[in-house]
Structure formats: structure tokens, C-alpha cells
T-cell receptor
Framework: NAGVMQNPRHLVRRRGQEARLRCSPM?????VYWYRQLPEEGLKFMVY????????ESGMPKERFSAEFPKEGPSILRIQQVVRGDSAAYFC????????????FGSGTQLSVL | AQKITQTQPGMFVQEKEAVTLDCTYD???????LFWYKQPSSGEMIFLIY??????QNATEGRYSLNFQKARKSANLVISASQLGDSAMYFC??????????????FGTGTQLKVEL
């Protein structure tokens, strides 16, 4: 799983600022997933993307959160006007294909909102 | 909706002993996938083992094996010859088959394993 690269590793923002989290999938992987882990909880699915397409965003909050996976470059999870409740670990995962493929995670970005 | 249940919030095991971490799942799908991940204190999620619902053999990866009992809907992780470095949080997860072709996973709440000398 070392191949999925996330940055930054830690991100501190004040309330009302924007947070941008980046994820470069493993080489050859075209499917990207974002998960959120609140303290003392398991991971919760947020969004599933393929290149230039959002496939499933059923886990994304309706406001302030957006995600993209452009043709070139990393996938970006963007949180606008952050609030304290957004403080969490955000994990990106990638797979080579769809359902039959194993999923590999990055090391996560720990977002802290002051 | 799919659900994963891990009933052991914390477990202790002596070094070099084997330990079983429990996981039960609930699904109406015939085709599904089950995963185990390890999360050490540093926070990263490390893939351990995968079992497909149609796999006839229990999955094994080194010291990790998955005791898959389909009729009971259980997918317990067995770690043999525990090492101090196995101390971590362990998550069981199931692939959600309602997603259009994707790897959306539903996670359990985790089991904190502590390996003692």
C-alpha cells in the first residue's frame, strides 16, 4: 500500500478556511476512493472516482465537500469553510479495476481544524 | 444495507501465541468480498488479506489466515505466532456490491490488539 501517496500528512486549518487533500494512486490504478475516519471509529466511505468522473458520492456531505480526479494529476478532496467537526483522518485508496480488485490505502491526511 | 460487526473492542495475546479476531457480516448479496486491514498507531491502513465469497479455500497470507464460514456469515482473522509488531487496531470490511462496479467498503468498528511479552 506504500504506492498510494497522500499529502500533506498533517494539515492544520482555522475555521472558515479551505482544506485541499491530495492523493496519487498506485501506478496503473485508475479507481480512487476517499474515506473519512473520525476518532475512535472505523472508516466511512465518502466518494468513488475514476479519471474525470465521479462514480459514487453517496458518502459525501452535501455542502462544502467536493472531489475530483482529473485526467492528469492527483485526486483532490476539497473542503471549503472548514468547521471543527471536519477534524478527522482522510484516507485515499486505489484499485486497478472495479469490484474484483483489491483496495490499497494511503497513509492518510490528518486534518485538524482550530 | 450491509453491516460488519466486530464484537471485541480489545484483545490481549502473548507473544508467539495465535489469536483470532472475530468478524461477522450481514448481507443479502451472493457475491461479496471481505477484507482485513491493520492500522498501527502511526495511522496508516495496511491491507492484510482478502476473501471472495466464492473462494472455496480460506485465504492465507503468511502468518494471516481468514477463517471463512459462509453459512455463519463470519470471517475471522487468525494471526499465528504473534509478534510485538502486531499490536495495532484491526478492521474487518466488506465490499458493498450496490456500487456500480466499485470497491466501496463498509468497515467494522475495529479490534485493538495488544501483544504482550
Amino acid at each position: 500500500n506504500a504506492g498510494v501517496m497522500q499529502n500533506p500528512r498533517h494539515l492544520v486549518r482555522r475555521r472558515g478556511q479551505e482544506a485541499r487533500l491530495r492523493c496519487s494512486p498506485m501506478k496503473g490504478h485508475s479507481h480512487v476512493y476517499w474515506y473519512r475516519q473520525l476518532p475512535e471509529e472505523g472508516l466511512k466511505f465518502m466518494v468513488y472516482l475514476q479519471k474525470e468522473n465521479i462514480i459514487d458520492e453517496s458518502g459525501m456531505p452535501k455542502e462544502r465537500f467536493s472531489a475530483e480526479f482529473p485526467k492528469e494529476g492527483p485526486s483532490i478532496l476539497r473542503i471549503q469553510q472548514v468547521v471543527r467537526g471536519d477534524s478527522a483522518a482522510y484516507f485515499c485508496a486505489s484499485s486497478e479495476g472495479g469490484r474484483l480488485e483489491k483496495l490499497f490505502f494511503g497513509s492518510g491526511t490528518q486534518l485538524s481544524v482550530l | 444495507a450491509q453491516k460488519i460487526t466486530q464484537t471485541q473492542p480489545g484483545m490481549f495475546v502473548q507473544e508467539k501465541e495465535a489469536v483470532t479476531l472475530d468478524c461477522t457480516y450481514d448481507t443479502s448479496d451472493q457475491s461479496y468480498g471481505l477484507f482485513w486491514y491493520k492500522q498501527p498507531s502511526s495511522g496508516e491502513m495496511i491491507f492484510l488479506i482478502y476473501q471472495g465469497s466464492y473462494d472455496e479455500q480460506n485465504a492465507t497470507e503468511g502468518r494471516y489466515s481468514l477463517n471463512f464460514q459462509k453459512a455463519r456469515k463470519s470471517a475471522n482473522l487468525v494471526i499465528s505466532a504473534s509478534q510485538l509488531g502486531d499490536s495495532a487496531m484491526y478492521f474487518c470490511a466488506m465490499r458493498d456490491t450496490n456500487t456500480g462496479g466499485g470497491n466501496k467498503l463498509t468497515f467494522g468498528t475495529g479490534t485493538q490488539l495488544k501483544v504482550e511479552l
